[in-house]
């Protein structure tokens, strides 16, 4: 057969938010930095099949964000056409300030995708900014060697690359096309920036890229709320022999990785599917992913695991049940923003990864956990948990987010919530092969 | 077809490409063992999927006399009908120039089927020989292909030099099986790449100059259907 090639303006339709207004991913479920990376370069790709590859004008981009997907969205672009000229806008005062020092997260690219084949590899294989799994402090640390190197290959005049930080009365004008700014220009050496005086500027440009992510989690008063990617000791065994109580509220990926690391022990997100499965991985994978194909039996998970209780999941529960934690207790806090949450089932729905829900489902079965569906304040007294032992995992109000530094207007908001109930942002490779330069061949 | 692969590369682990240059280099210093080639060159190509696409890739650079011209070659990608590996792939037998009797006999076919295949390349400058081998998997699936170049009249025409190249990819079979089978390495495995549909265009083989070797089987694997060596971080 020949390559399917799809077609850029399907693609690029996808992130338009409004005329010269892109968003990536904010509004997707199930997002990664894979994902995310994934989709920077969809997007980066068709604006050059569309935007540039036949034009002689050039293209003043903004990219705003300064995590992952931002800087991907802007490496992809340097290296695609000499024509683009990036500005690249970040609040804090460093790019990827939630991974950079992250050494108590663990990021793979595709274990979410569990276990769907390729799903284990431990390369995220991009032709942009790659890396490899591994603690999200060391992944921030490739991604910003990567894209100085990016940088230096190709932003070989000033015009090429612009990065503010430190931003105030940060502003998108999406009608006009235009921001405005109080930020610090900074003038990089290699993958590191040195920061110019403040300035205050308004600028048009062709196009806005918003690569925000989520904004940062929903907080609870009164109970602890460090960010998903702050440091912490729940992974490890406490020194004073102690054994505490923890409750976790939420049912997403970042309550569920919560819930493995405080209740196995040595739980390591890499090998913890070699370690439950060992000899019969392969097959497991064969045999969920199978069943996983069908719709029907993807939506909720929990018929599935149960009916293979006895079977295929019975030596990974007895390998699971010599392995809970003796230090800790925990209760799962299950309510929901809309109080829908009223069965353990529930959870099994597609809100987290296959992965996440079978570990959960597993660790049930072996009691290693309680749950409580009433009020959290109720459930925290209830089970007598220390309020600074409460991990609310709620996720972002990302709309909220966007409302700080957007005019969202009726027509943006309508388009918002039009993405969030498609989810078209497929994390799919639409490029075609060997699309993006490397700065090694420059 | 080629038109629709833009020839920058697309990441090839290092593990691979690691565990296939010394097999090259040895390749590449019994090629030269009587005497020096002019223009030698090695390197080795996997089929690949992409998002249920197979291709080829090209998981290392060229070994050569110079040591790796690797700049813009490791990780290019093809479709499966690309050249004489195009032909080993579909075929999955060895392919080769075949015996010629002067070079400028070889420079009138090349022009010919250059034309043919509109590849664009000059016939003056093609090399006088090619080969290309198919590392089978367990259900003849072609797993790598091995492929030579060199600027030395009827080089792989040789019986004997295709069966001792044949036979030294024989050797490299056997190992990456018992490697697949005994998982010696705790953090370096064979991640298993997902079977796809191959993409394909017009065949671009050199039809007048290159044919299949019928009497030389390739090296085979029995238990390796995909070749993607990654280390894992645990």
Redesign the interface.
């Given at each position: 057969m020949s390559a399917k090639i799809p077609d850029p303006d399907n693609v690029e339709r996808t992130f338009r938010v409004f005329p010269n207004l892109y968003i990536i991913g904010s509004m997707e479920r199930g997002v990664t930095i894979y994902s995310q990376q994934v989709r920077a370069h969809n997007l980066a790709w068709a604006l050059w099949e569309l935007r540039l590859k036949s034009s002689r004008q050039p293209l003043r981009v903004a990219v705003v964000g300064g995590g992952i997907a931002a800087l991907t969205m802007a490496a992809c672009l340097l290296c695609l056409d000499e024509k683009v000229e990036i500005t690249l806008f970040e609040r804090s005062w460093d790019l990827c300030p939630f991974q950079q020092g992250a050494d108590t997260r663990w990021v793979h690219p595709r274990i979410y995708d569990w276990p769907f084949a390729g799903s284990r590899a431990p390369s995220a294989s991009l032709p942009v900014l790659d890396w490899t799994e591994g603690r999200a402090s060391d992944v921030a640390r490739t991604i910003l060697r990567e894209f100085g190197r990016y940088a230096r290959a190709f932003a070989t005049t000033e015009a090429r690359l612009s990065v503010y930080l430190g931003l105030r009365n940060f502003q998108i004008n999406a009608a006009a096309s235009q921001i405005s700014w109080v930020g610090h220009r900074a003038v990089r050496h290699d993958e590191f920036f040195h920061l110019e005086e403040p300035e205050g500027k308004a600028d048009e440009f062709d196009i806005i890229v918003l690569a925000t992510g989520f904004g940062t989690e929903t907080t609870v008063p009164g109970y602890r709320m460090e960010s998903y990617w702050r440091n912490e000791q729940l992974g490890q065994p406490p020194l004073d022999g102690a054994q505490r109580r923890y409750l976790i509220s939420g049912f997403g990926d970042g309550a569920l990785v919560d819930i493995c690391r405080l209740a196995i022990e040595r739980f390591r997100q890499d090998t913890i599917v070699y370690e439950l499965f060992d000899e019969e991985l392969d097959e497991t994978e064969t045999h969920f992913a199978q069943a996983l194909s069908d719709p029907g039996r993807s939506q909720n998970v929990f018929d599935l695991l149960r009916e293979n209780d006895d079977t295929w999941l019975r030596i990974a529960r007895e390998r699971l049940r010599n392995r809970i934690r003796k230090d800790t207790r925990i209760t799962l806090h299950l309510l929901g923003r809309r109080r829908e949450v009223t069965n353990f089932t529930y959870i099994f729905g597609p809100y987290s990864s296959f992965l996440h829900r079978l570990i959960t489902y597993l660790l049930y079965r072996c009691g290693a956990f309680d749950l409580d569906f009433s009020e959290l304040a109720v459930a925290v007294r209830s089970h007598q948990v220390d309020p600074t032992n409460v991990l609310c995992r709620y996720g972002a109000n990302t709309m909220e987010h966007l409302k700080k530094f957007l005019n969202v207007s009726r027509p943006i908001a309508s388009r918002l919530t039009q993405m969030k109930q498609q989810q078209l942002q497929t994390p799919n490779r639409f490029w075609i092969p060997g699309t993006f330069p490397h700065y090694s061949n420059r | 077809?080629s038109d629709?692969?833009?020839?920058?590369?697309?990441?090839v682990?290092a593990a691979s490409q690691l565990a296939v240059m010394p097999f090259l280099a040895a390749v590449d210093g019994f090629l030269r063992r009587v005497h020096d080639v002019p223009r030698l060159r090695t390197t080795m190509h996997r089929a690949v999927n992409?998002?249920g696409?197979l291709?080829l890739q090209q998981v290392c650079g060229y070994v050569g006399s110079d040591g790796l011209d690797w700049?813009?070659k490791v990780?290019?990608?093809f479709?499966v009908s690309e050249g004489i590996m195009g032909a080993a792939f579909k075929t999955r037998r060895i392919w080769r120039t075949k015996m010629l009797p002067t070079v400028k006999r070889v420079r009138e076919l090349l022009a010919a089927d250059i034309k043919k295949t509109k590849d664009g390349r000059d016939p003056a400058t093609v090399e006088l020989s090619f080969l290309a081998i198919p590392f089978l998997g367990p259900q003849d699936e072609p797993v790598l292909i091995l492929y030579a170049g060199c600027d030395e009249l009827n080089f792989f025409a040789d019986d004997e030099r295709v069966s001792s190249v044949a036979a030294m990819g024989k050797g490299f079979c056997q190992l990456f099986d018992w490697l697949q089978n005994n998982k010696p390495f705790l953090n370096l495995r064979n991640?298993?790449?997902?079977k796809g549909?191959?993409?394909?265009?017009e065949p671009t083989v050199y039809a007048s100059v290159q044919e299949a070797v019928e009497n030389i089987l390739p090296p085979k694997f029995q238990s390796v259907p995909s070749f993607?060596y990654?280390?894992?971080?645990?």
């Open positions: - | 077809m629709q692969f833009n020839r920058n590369p697309e990441p682990p992409r998002e696409q291709y700049r813009g990780g290019r990608t479709p991640f298993p790449l997902q549909q191959p993409v394909e265009g993607n990654e280390a894992a971080a645990a």
